[in-house]
């Protein structure tokens, strides 16, 4: 057998595990967000008054349409505002809700929780290799040319 054969189900397994975890944390404590939802309000959060559409869309590797649509769901829960950046009338800017930043604040306690189990019995050096591979495998996997 090949050692390469099968990772791609790991990987997948894995990061079903992750969501079920996060959604069920999520449902047992009223937290009205899907996954989708909680990546885009995140990186709004991190990036703060410099926050595009274009950016949120670019650097959680989804295309523009799902980010859209996510983004809109967002914006009818009273999470995020949309408007135009004044210097750039093509591009748009998110900017959190008071009641956005209230949910961020009520989130962050779950997530730190589960960030740290997620690495339980796993040393530093050990997580930067699983960094280390998983960045590779992205290279290698971008510059794939569908040559044999």
Known sequence: ??????????????????QSTFL???AENNIDLTIEQWVILQRVHLEGKDASQADIAK????NRAT???VISGLCKKGL?????????????????????TNLMKEVMPFIKDLR??????????EFEIFYKVLDQLWENFDQYDSRS
């Open 1 to 18: 057998m090949d050692r390469t054969e099968g990772f791609g189900v790991y990987i997948d397994r894995t990061l079903k595990k992750v």
């Open 24 to 26: 069920q944390v999520f």
């Open 59 to 62: 650097s959680n590797f989804r």
């Open 67 to 69: 980010t859209s649509r």
């Open 80 to 100: 995020l505002r949309k408007s135009r950046f004044r210097d750039d009338q093509k591009r748009f800017k998110l900017v959190m809700t008071e009641e956005g």
């Open 116 to 125: 740290k189990a997620s690495t339980l019995g796993i040393t530093e050096e």
